[in-house]
């Protein structure tokens, strides 16, 4: 049969098969492939080699070699070969089937250009002939030898590569939790120093305020305030802190605080807000000053239980985001005249100013308050 070149992903198979033979055999007799075109060279070689234990399987051509390279442990080749000469062969087996599978040439000719070129082809060794039996037994042993140990070498190579790859991807998981861990603390801190500045700010506030309130009042106010700031916590928790969907928080503050003014059923509600996500830091704002506005209308705007309308408008327009609270209750004006607005402006002013680096806008009148908030947009 001819020989065949086949891809790098065949030779490479066919070598893999033929290390695993190998090892398979190296508890057992090592297999020898005897070439030669005589047939009572090939009787000879075989009478000798089983004669010191070793298996034997031989064939006339050259080409017949590459059908049994994964079942042997070495190739004993005659040089002279009709058709593609052992030469020939040699430099194929080493080239594209398996470069570690030991192959001795036996030739008649050991001239200095004929051992050269041996050599030259890959060959791991060679006999001339005539040969001496305790000669060719030594060379085969030891090459068998040495073949046995770069096996074994090249198995713990590979093994020792797995073995650092593995490391290393155990390494880089490592490296990343730690660093994502590390994040998270640092994350977790952000959010605990922020909250708490928040908080010590509207207890500072409240401290502050002329004139001081009773410290029922006072209470209630800043338990509204930080029932605000937990809506925001609640709602990032859910989105799992991607964002915070503002008309969900704006609906349930609103009902919220209705219900804690006994307002549900004289003050009507009306929402024209957009389903937009804000960042956290905004939305912190924005809740705390929507609870603002909407306490000093509960509070001010329907005196005598009086009934009337409450207005939450926000949309999103060309990078600015836009909060109208408006109310068709007694203006700011007669409000003040009847109940002091106390420190919930001075919040919302601090809060619009340097949070959300916007501006505010109130317009009132006899028939009703409206505040605008205008920021840029995250």
Known sequence: MSSTQGTPAEAERDTASQRDAAHRRSAEPATILV????PM?????????????????????????FSFLHEVDLVLLDAMLPGRDGWAICQEIKQRHDRMLPVIMVTARTAPEDVVRTFAVGADDYVAKPFHVAELTARIESRLRVHRAEVALKKAVQQTSELANQNYQLYEEARRTAEERSLLLRELDHRVRNNLSVIMGLVSMERNRVPPRPPEEALASLENRLRSFLLVHEALRRQNYDGVPVREIFEQLAQRLRNAWDADRRIRLHLDVERITLDEK???ALA????????????HAFPGGREGQLTIEFHRTD????????????????????????????IIHALVKDELGGTIDTQSSSEGTRVRIEFPAA
């Open 35 to 38: 070439v030669d075109d005589e």
């Open 41 to 65: 060279a090939r009787q000879m070689f075989t009478d000798m080699l089983e004669a010191k234990g070793f298996r034997v399987v031989s064939v006339a051509r050259g080409e017949e070699v």
């Open 282 to 284: 905004h939305a912190f």
């Open 288 to 299: 705390l000053v929507l609870n603002e506005l909407i306490t000093n209308a509960l509070r």
């Open 319 to 346: 990078g600015t985001c836009r909060l109208d609270v408006s109310d068709d209750g007694i203006g700011i004006a007669a409000a003040q005249r009847t109940a002091v607005v106390g420190s919930g402006r001075s």
